[in-house]
């Protein structure tokens, strides 16, 4: 076991956080950015000299010093192609040069002592006239278009100061594609910058957008009709400068970004935690964009959490509460029910959940005591979780963020497949296979923001990803070796490589030659890595893929002394770290309490107990507690079952902390008020006056949450006397929108909760990056405004990324050595069950999401076809899972052998999957086993 | 329609040649449209999954390509260029000449499949301004009466 740990290879922040509440900006994160570190230069842009970054271009350079200059197809995250031609500078020889030249700034590299002209005469009529070109077949028709008063278009258009068309020819037309249930088609308003298919194919690996045809009739779509299949396609609607890709949840329900009302906000789809800016308009939920996070999620969402709002205003809402005897409550009458059962009880259990905040939770476990707190999650991911907590607490082991993940030179992926389980992880893994290019791209001195150049340089090489996973993946196409087996022998194999790091783990006996020959590859692949990193989670829930991890991470920290080792463990929920790190009960435990007559009321807090464990066993709880509470924002079979439901606010209305699986502690805000009689769920359980109490308690009262009242200002925190406002200057109809109820004007609600607003007066700029509702600048009217939020161009946030980190700094000084685990034992005719996962379906809330639940499929047993054919069984046929539940045979090829695959989570599908079951097929006329 | 063992055989020669057999993609859309005059969507899937490439990937090359034709064409392919030195010199009175001897506008095939009519992009033949090209023959310096000449001696209807 290595000694005291002094680094790891990303370098995390080690500021000191201070206590938010109080006000200020939390820490400042030191920059990690790609690359050797750069040394100053100076240019000089219309006469006056400015300092540079070496190894820039000059577009990056220009935005970084806070400069406007316009451009449509050059990205942050994506580089320089030069296919706009819209950044035209003029640039001088020398110090004598009068004319100058134009030459494109994201393709030029800064220099030492440089002179261009950005302002030049010469320079602003080129760039009018390129987008003057540009519009030639533009439709004008930005007011009944949706990208309209946020289109990076409008804004370049007005930037370069062409206002008058003098095209008088005809505009050549497009048919548009339905896209599937995400996104709208206009072509006609396309500039062709091929930002949607960079994005797309380039970045994402999306196969099926392209560009189609030359010159002025190129047209961006699919082949054919159709949904675009990849999981990130809904940041098309953001990347793309124009109004051709649009959201098309948000169609239905339409409203100018000038008339949202929006807050900072945090994902609850998944455990990453991606930053997001939730937008409401007359009390209902209108849509989800990316709230840029430097170490997060960058500028890009995945499909679940972009379009998995739903929910908030879906038909399954709890506006009410009621009581399963009268039917609908009025508050009063309920607040006072729920009191006089508490009163009545004789004992509480409290069921927390992985998807409410940590003060929810906590409010919570204050209510009802620490020894009555249970987590509320299948015991299985309970018991991975722990495990996961324990490696995490006692060993070397560096729990990275995603931009750090980005930077991974080698992966290896365990038991997950993190497209489905942790969406933006995966997009994050995609880039990191890219590092060879860029290395490749370093021997040649190219930089890395030369895209085509870099990809042309780089051709298929890749730096190598392992994959050992039960079935195939969405990130196969990329790895170097994939390996399909059981959690048992995924596990096994991990320990192998452990042993092929560092002799003194433990050997592995009887792995097949197979196993033995690619445990030593990827063993050699991590030990040469600069940069490695394990990538698992509770995806597979195998205790043993979780033990296997942490032996690699403790083997490779051996074999690096001084170095912790990259983990990112995929969690499934919003804030499954957060209640893990409570040290909750085990739903067991809630059983047995009730069970034995020790408690007889139960007090279920934001949690379907029917996806958590079997029906049988929550049939059983149920009935044998006496009184039975439930508080949620969604009706669900819980809850229907309930004796008291009060409703609960959604994530858009409430407001409180979340710890992402990189440990990370954020503060989310509300962007409405509950709607109906709902409230936030902390404030049905406990005498807590405001948010900051209850937080400041938690920090108080469990240490590993007391940094957490630093993730973001407190509700005290003012800018020069003032609020923040959530609602922007230009907000309509503020005292019209309800004059169809009431003529006067509603008085603004108040928030002592935070330091935000409902309102559009309150302190329009230097806002902390964690209380800053939505992005926008003088002539910056779309998202691309992040630019003017950052401290450089694609970098952090000024002032800091948010949140705080809680765990993982790589301090654990060491475990034992784990033992390998045991060869499974065959078990002849039947099968071992494994849960696969879907970003849409396997997620409960964004279930409510029509449009995700379109992309769901539909309850399946997958088989690998030899299995299939061994038993008998043909795709489609129908076999029995569960008593009485009859699902139709998948064939899957691929999937390891005497596996049958579950999908996880689906909500027709109320059979919670746990490792290690085992499942003999009964075909319709079989005799019952 | 589907790819004849030939064709697949000719397809799979090209993209032997290279590490990627993507890299064959114009290779493999002219074998074909040679023998069957056009790509239609089920060859482009067809030769796609032969390249181990995506339909819309193959797509985003046939349709860049002039010469590489997505819907069916004549016997012979009349391009005329329409790009600035044929277009300044009367590329357009060819058109306009073209389209009434044979009764078709741009993009139209005549009734008995002999002719389609398309633009196409500077030749490489200013100097010889206005320029077309029939089948894969080029003719130069194209007035209305030399069209004459031209699609009688190619047996015009
Ligand atoms: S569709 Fe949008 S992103 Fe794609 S090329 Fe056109 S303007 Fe650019
Ligand atoms: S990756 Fe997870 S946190 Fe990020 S947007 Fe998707 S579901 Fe939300
Ligand atoms: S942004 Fe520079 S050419 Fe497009
Ligand atoms: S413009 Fe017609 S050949 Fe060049």
């Known amino acids: ?929 | 329609m589907t790819l004849t063992s030939d064709e697949i055989q000719a397809i799979l020669r090209e993209a032997r040649h290279f590490p990627h057999p993507s890299a064959a993609a114009i290779e493999a859309l002219n074998v074909v449209q040679r023998s069957h005059g056009w790509i239609s969507d089920e060859l482009l899937q067809e030769i796609a999954e032969l390249l181990g490439m995506s339909p819309a990937e193959l797509d985003s090359i046939a349709t860049f390509y002039n010469l590489i034709y997505r819907r069916p064409v004549g016997r012979r392919v009349i391009h005329y260029c329409n790009s600035v030195s044929c277009w300044m010199l009367g590329a357009e009175d060819n058109r306009r000449h073209l389209s009434e001897k044979l009764g078709i506008a741009v993009g139209e095939t005549t009734g008995n499949g002999e002719y389609t009519l398309l633009p196409i992009v500077c030749l490489g033949a200013c100097d010889k301004a206005p320029v077309l090209m029939i089948g894969d023959e080029t003719h130069f310096n194209v007035d209305p009466a030399r069209l004459d000449d031209i699609l009688g001696e190619t047996g015009a209807p």
Not at chain 1, 856 to 865: K, Q, S, T
């Open chain 1, 1 to 929: 076991m290595p000694d005291k740990i002094v680094g790891n290879d990303f370098g995390p922040p080690k500021a000191g956080p201070k206590d938010g509440l109080q006000g200020g900006s939390p820490h400042k994160i030191v920059g990690n950015g790609f690359g050797p570190p750069k040394a100053g230069l100076h240019i000089e842009i219309d006469g006056k000299s400015h300092p540079v970054k070496a190894g820039e271009n000059l577009l990056q350079a220009i935005l970084s010093l806070g400069l406007d200059l316009p451009y449509f197809c050059w990205h942050p995250a994506m580089g320089s192609v030069g296919a706009c031609r819209q950044c035209g500078v003029i640039q001088f020889k020398d110090a004598n040069d009068a004319q100058g030249r134009v030459v494109m700034a994201c393709m030029t590299p800064v220099a030492e002592g440089m002179r261009i002209s950005l302002q030049g005469p010469d320079a602003k009529a080129f760039r009018a006239g390129i987008l003057e070109l540009l519009m030639t077949n533009h439709p004008h028709d930005c007011p009944v278009c949706e990208e309209g008063g946020e289109c990076h278009l409008q804004d370049m258009t007005v930037m370069t100061g062409h206002t008058v068309r003098q095209y008088r020819g005809l505009k050549r037309t497009h048919r548009n594609q339905d896209l599937g249930p995400f996104i709208n088609h206009e072509m006609n308003r396309c500039i062709a910058c091929y930002r949607c298919v960079r994005y797309y194919q380039d970045y994402c690996g999306g196969d099926d957008l392209q560009v189609f045809a030359s010159h002025n009739h190129v047209y961006f779509g699919r082949q054919e009709d159709g949904v675009l299949e990849n999981e990130f396609s809904g940041n098309l609607v953001e990347v793309c400068p124009t109004g051709v890709f649009t959201d098309k949840t948000f169609s239905r329900h339409y409203s100018r970004k000038w008339d949202l009302q929006t807050a900072p906000s945090v994902c609850v789809h998944c455990g990453i935690g991606c930053n997001t800016s939730p937008g409401e308009r007359y009390g209902s939920l209108r849509r989800i964009v990316n709230r840029y996070h430097g170490e997060i999620n960058g500028y890009f969402l995945c499909d679940r959490g972009r379009f998995g709002y739903g929910f908030v205003n879906g038909p399954a809402r709890l506006y009410q509460a009621r009581s399963a005897e009268t039917g609908p409550l009025d508050v009063s009458t309920a607040e006072n029910r729920l009191r006089a059962m508490l009163e009545d009880a004789k004992g509480i259990v409290g069921i927390g959940s992985p998807r409410a905040s940590l003060e929810a939770n906590f409010a919570l476990r204050e209510r009802v005591g620490a020894e009555r707190f249970h987590a509320g999650i299948g015991d299985a991911e309970h018991g991975c979780l722990r495990t996961l907590l324990d490696l995490v607490r006692n060993l070397p082991l560096h729990l990275v963020s995603l931009r750090e993940a980005e930077r991974a030179d080698a992966v290896l992926i365990l038991g997950e497949d993190p497209t489905q389980t942790a969406p933006r992880l995966a997009l994050a893994l995609r880039q990191a296979v890219r590092n060879r290019a860029l290395a490749i791209a370093d021997e040649l001195g190219i930089p890395h923001w030369q895209d085509a150049a870099v990809r042309e340089a780089a051709q298929a090489e890749k730096s190598p990803l392992f994959i050992a996973s039960p079935a195939p993946t969405r990130l196969d196409d990329i790895a170097a070796r994939t390996c399909r087996a059981s959690p048992r022998t995924i596990a096994r194999l991990g320990f192998a490589v452990a042993h092929g790091i560092c002799p003194e783990a433990p050997a592995v006996m009887g792995l097949t030659p197979e196993h033995e020959a690619l445990a030593a590859e990827i063993a050699q692949a991590l030990t040469s890595a600069e940069r490695p990193l394990i990538v698992a989670g509770t995806g597979c829930l195998s205790e043993d893929v979780l033990r296997a991890v942490g032996q690699i991470a403790a083997a490779l920290a051996a074999a690096r002394p001084g170095r912790a080792t990259a983990v990112h463990f995929a969690v499934p929920e919003c804030n499954s770290l957060g209640l893990a790190l409570m040290d909750a009960q085990s739903l067991a435990h809630a059983a047995h309490t009730i069970e034995s007559g020790e408690a007889d009321t139960l007090l279920i807090l934001e949690n379907d107990l029917y996806r958590r464990a079997d029906r049988t066993t929550v049939d059983a709880l149920l009935t044998r507690a006496r009184q039975v509470i439930v508080i949620d924002h969604t009706l669900h079979a819980t809850a229907e079952r309930a004796h008291l439901v009060l409703p609960a606010a959604s994530f858009a209305e409430t407001e409180g902390t979340l710890v992402s699986s990189e440990g990370r502690a954020q503060r989310f805000f509300a962007a409405m008020q509950p709607a109906g009689d709902s409230r936030d769920g902390w404030r049905w359980l406990g005498p807590w006056p405001c948010l900051d109490d209850l937080t400041r308690a938690l920090a108080d009262s469990l240490p590993v949450f007391q940094q957490i009242t630093a993730c973001a200002p407190g509700a005290a925190f003012r800018i020069a006397g003032q609020k923040i406002p959530r609602q922007p200057h230009r907000y309509s109809g503020r005292t019209a929108m309800l004059a169809d109820i009431r003529i006067h004007e509603p008085k603004q609600p108040e928030d002592t909760d935070s330091a935000l607003a409902f309102s559009m007066e309150g302190a329009a700029n230097d806002h902390p990056p964690a209380l800053n509702p939505f992005v926008w600048a003088p002539g910056w009217n779309s998202n691309q405004a992040v630019g003017k939020f950052q401290d450089e161009a694609g970098g952090h946030l000024s002032g800091g990324d948010p949140g705080i980190r809680l765990i993982g700094d790589g301090a654990g000084t060491g475990l034992p050595w784990s033992v390998p685990p045991e060869t499974e034992a065959s078990i002849a005719d039947a099968l071992r069950l494994v849960p696969l996962h879907h970003i849409f379906g396997s997620d409960e809330t964004s279930m409510h999401s029509s449009a995700v639940a379109e992309r769901a499929p539909h309850p399946y047993v997958a088989l690998n076809p030899e299995d299939a054919a061994r038993l008998g069984l043909a795709e489609g046929e129908e076999v029995e899972l569960a008593p009485d539940v009859w699902l139709p045979v998948k064939c899957l090829p691929g999937l390891a052998a005497g596996i049958a695959g579950v999908p996880a989570g689906l909500p027709d599908l109320p059979v919670p999957v746990t490792a290690w079951q085992s499942w003999k097929p009964n075909k319709p006329g079989d005799e019952t086993s």
